[in-house]
């Protein structure tokens, strides 16, 4: 990829008038590119030692914005935060939280892709422009529908990976007839707004098997896993660009790059069995147990015995601590005594914060997240260098974020922090629509001309 600066060639900012609608001069196009699970320190380890992982991603950066403060929500889990980057708005008002326990229905409530909240895809859609959604399945019936020519979700298939949804985006622009079954579509015009969704880096970042590459069996393994990954996606990207100037439209075109969490290793770390294979949970409930507390860890749909003072809820890491009757600030405070201290916790966050955050009301009245590599997994399983990102550390928290093109500063490090939602806003702001209604984030004004 040596070509790679003059492949990009330079980018020519026109010039435009950001704030005043009008639709008839629109010629804005908006490409928001989510790469589920891009932690921010995926991007430095690429970068680091010499090593040059990510030039085009680089070039980018130069010729763009680089948010190096970019942080996601709570909880960092993929359905929660994918919806609230395209409402702009935490689970708070999306009112989606993954899971949780409801005082009133005595029972973990589960959700799925429930949304409560406007997407940046509907705001569009009733502002009369185009949209199309490339496997961003948040946006699947929630402003994109598959077969619908005016605003298609657009899939392949469970083994597409990046770089087929990256040739289905290129096809897209093209007008090429693209999509797999009652999904595959033609179009005769390129929609204004496009989506494109791809989750490499997650299943890669989890240490699971991830479209045919094995599972690694140490940290470093599982790092040279993403890295690699990480390096293709970057040229493909590229690529995508490319075939943008190919169809003449790039000079019109705003890209962001964002992500709904990052990752946190856990489980075991080397070859040899270590103290943070297995789960730390049975210890920490026992340390609340001899402040004199009853709990039961419960899963989805499941309710408390009678005689249970604290229902646990959990993904994995951080685990949410819910009274099942009045409790008092001694309680809560009996039970921070119990467990700091303890070699494997990382955060505790009290209700306050939480709220603050924009965390969902009775999401929890504690939130205790594992120092990593520790997990608070529900079983006595041996994990191998796992990843997952439920979880209150940077390496889940701190995600990664640029964005390029028409109306955007070139060069501008953005070192304020900000927030994954606060995209929403800005892309309708590029777009010159009204964000979607219930959005609370910011419009990122210093990263725009
Ligand atoms: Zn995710």
Not at 56 to 75: C, E, S
Not at 181 to 188: E, N, P, V, Y
Not at 208 to 227: D, F, H, K, S, W
Not at 294 to 305: D, R
Request: net charge neutral.
């Amino acid at each position: 990829m040596s070509n790679i600066k003059s492949k990009l060639g330079s980018i020519n900012y026109s010039s435009s008038e950001v704030g005043k609608v009008d639709m008839g001069t629109n010629d804005n196009y908006v490409v928001y590119i989510n790469w589920d699970g891009f932690a921010w320190y995926y991007y430095e380890l690429a970068n680091s030692g010499g090593i040059v992982k990510t030039p085009v991603i680089n070039d980018l950066i130069q010729k763009g914005v680089i948010f190096k403060n970019a942080y996601t929500g709570i909880p960092s889990i993929t359905n929660p935060m994918q919806s609230a980057i395209v409402s702009g708005a935490w689970p708070n008002v999306t009112r989606n939280c993954y899971r949780y326990y409801d005082k009133k229905q005595k029972r973990v409530i589960q959700f799925r892709r429930e949304n409560k909240a406007e997407t940046i895809a509907e705001a569009a859609v009733r502002q009369g422009i185009k949209v199309a959604s490339v496997h961003q399945f948040i946006l699947e019936n929630r402003g994109c529908e598959a077969g619908n020519a005016d605003r298609p979700y657009i899939t392949l298939g469970e083994r597409a990976d990046y770089e087929d949804r990256f040739d289905a985006a290129i096809k897209l622009i093209k007008g090429e007839a693209v999509g797999k079954g009652k999904s595959r579509i033609k179009l005769d015009y390129i929609p204004k707004f496009i989506s494109i969704y791809m989750d490499d880096l997650d299943g890669l970042g989890h240490n699971n098997r991830t479209y045919g590459i094995p599972a690694a069996q140490t940290e470093e393994g599982r790092l040279c896993n993403v890295m690699r990954r990480l390096k293709q996606m970057d040229e493909k990207l590229c690529e995508f660009i490319d075939e943008c100037k190919g169809v003449g439209i790039y000079d019109n075109m705003s890209f962001v790059l964002t992500a709904d969490h990052g990752m946190t290793p856990y489980g075991r770390q080397d070859k040899m069995s270590d103290c943070y294979a297995k789960s730390m949970l049975l210890d920490l409930i026992g340390a609340i147990e001899r402040g004199g507390f009853k709990t039961q860890v419960l899963s989805a749909g499941e309710s408390p015995k009678k005689d249970t003072d604290i229902v646990l809820v959990g993904a994995g890491l951080q685990i949410q601590l819910s009274f099942t009757k009045e409790h008092t600030k001694q309680d809560l405070q009996k039970i921070m005594t119990a467990v700091l201290g303890k070699e494997y916790i990382g955060r505790i966050m009290e209700k306050d914060e939480l709220a603050q955050r924009g965390a969902m009301d009775g999401f929890a009245d504690l939130l205790i997240s594992p120092r990593p590599p520790y997990s608070f997994k529900a079983n006595s399983k041996e994990y191998i260098a796992k990843g997952q990102h439920d979880s209150l550390d940077e390496t889940s928290q701190h995600i990664f974020s640029l964005m390029w093109g028409r109306d955007i500063k070139k060069g501008y490090n953005y070192t304020d922090r900000m927030y994954n939602i606060d995209f929403a806003r800005t892309i309708a702001h590029l777009l010159k629509i009204d964000g979607p209604k219930c959005a609370t984030g910011n419009i990122l004004t210093d990263a725009l001309i």
